[in-house]
């Protein structure tokens, strides 16, 4: 490890770099959501809550303690990693119920846009000493109409081997493990990358905290995010896991689906593996 102390990862960290990600790309505040709709989805969440506070007989002492965590979460900038952990899942379903083409799950708190594009067949930039199994990833994007694909971009991003993602945790290059390719002319593509980590939620924040004192467990299984687009159809976000991962099969982000695990074959150096996407038209 080159780390030092001073540049150690830490839930304050990286959570203040999501909270700052997600003003810059996500903030619509409000986004036009009329008064009827915000008065019944506060109202409905609020007496889940007073229903469980009587069902279970809440405390005062109890009721201090989530304000003070509930204070936590703002103060280590830990709200979208416990809403994309806990609540994003759910979100994902609904929004893409209707769908005919292929399974997504969630977005998680780490995706940056912009990533350095590599075309139809290139590998995602690395350090020179990049640690992890050679990973080479082929596939086709197609249409649920039928035809390929050609020049749908494929924008990938995921943790090194010590399940740390750039832009996130300290000391990393800008855009390691971050990149942009187009398919080609038959929709096809290439990516050269490494076999990513699991990923253990940071157990030295808010979201740390919540984890520990339920007795439950800080891990995702390794997975790669992608994003998915052509012009005419819906957005494809989606993660990749591996076969065998002890945590898929109960990820903390409760994200891993059936069809989202690879199945990769070995190879001279390290491992193939051959994955594509269908998308749906938009249909209005
Ligand atoms: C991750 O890497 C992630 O993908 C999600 C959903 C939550 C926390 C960390
Ligand atoms: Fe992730």
Redesign the pocket.
């Known amino acids: 490890m080159t780390a030092t102390h001073r540049d150690a990862p830490t839930a304050a960290g990286s959570g203040a770099n999501a909270t700052d990600r997600f003003k810059s790309d996500k903030t619509t505040q409000g986004a036009g959501t009329p008064p009827e709709r915000v008065n019944l989805l506060a109202r409905e969440v609020l007496s889940a809550v007073h229903e469980t506070i009587r069902r279970h007989k809440v405390t005062y002492e109890e009721y201090n303690a989530l304000k003070a965590w509930l204070i936590d979460v703002g103060e280590t900038g830990e709200w979208p990693?416990f809403l994309?952990?806990w609540v994003e899942h759910v979100v994902e379903d609904v929004a893409t119920e209707h769908r005919q083409g292929s399974r997504g799950t969630?977005e998680?708190?780490?995706y940056v846009p912009g990533a350095p594009e590599q075309g139809a067949r290139g590998s995602v930039p690395t350090r020179a000493d990049e640690p992890g199994t050679p990973l080479v990833w082929t596939g086709q994007v197609t249409s649920t109409d039928g035809p390929a694909l050609a020049g749908a971009k494929i924008e990938l991003w995921h943790?090194d081997a010590d399940g740390l993602?750039s832009q996130f945790a300290p000391g990393i290059p800008e855009w390691n493990l971050r990149a942009t390719f187009t398919t080609d002319a038959e929709g096809r593509f290439e990516i050269h990358t490494i076999r990513p980590a699991p990923?253990q939620?940071p157990t030295d924040g808010a979201c740390g905290k919540l984890i520990a004192a339920a007795g439950w467990h800080p891990w995702?299984p390794a997975?790669l995010?992608v994003k998915v687009s052509a012009p005419g159809h819906e957005l494809l976000t989606a993660?990749l896991y591996f076969p065998g991962d002890e945590h898929n099969d109960d990820d903390i982000?409760s994200?891993v689906k059936p069809e989202l695990i690879l199945e990769p074959k070995p190879a001279d150096d390290g491992e193939t593996v051959s994955y594509g996407f269908a998308l749906d038209p938009v249909r209005n």
């Open positions: 990693l994309d952990v969630i998680g708190p780490y943790a993602y990923y939620i995702r997975h995010h993660q982000a994200a």
